[in-house]
Nanobody
Framework: QVQLVESGGGLVQPGGSLRLSCAAS????????MGWYRQVSGKQRELVAA???????NIADFAKDRFTISMDNANNAVYLQMNNLKPEDTAVYYC?????????WGQGTQVTVSS
């Protein structure tokens, strides 16, 4: 069973930056897209950013101009650079890897933006 391991979450002050990383425990073939969702307790999970295997990106409106997604396709790794963080960015961030017929999810990493 493939596992996605996330890192980089934590506590940061408003205006600060964090870089989330997500790596697969083994090679995943036929990947279509990778990306990040986030979830606040009691709310639905929402897309933050996604990147296709050929490099096309989809960034949520709330993240544009602040967050950047990148990937290492050969190693099934995806990254999320988050700048100018706001308290409303506080959430658990989940990475995913999507292929035809299945989606792998990470366990989530907590991001807390607070002074």
């Amino acid at each position: 069973q493939v596992q996605l391991v996330e890192s980089g979450g934590g506590l940061v002050q408003p205006g600060g930056s964090l870089r989330l990383s997500c790596a697969a425990s083994e090679k995943i073939f036929n990947v279509n897209a990778m990306g990040w969702y986030r979830q606040v307790s009691g709310k639905q999970r929402e897309l933050v950013a996604a990147i296709t295997r050929i490099g096309g990106t989809n960034i949520a409106d709330f993240a544009k101009d602040r967050f950047t997604i990148s990937m290492d396709n050969a190693n099934n790794a995806v990254y999320l650079q988050m700048n100018n963080l706001k308290p409303e960015d506080t959430a658990v961030y989940y990475c995913y890897v999507a292929k035809i017929g299945s989606v792998h999810w990470g366990q989530g990493t907590q991001v807390t933006v607070s002074s």
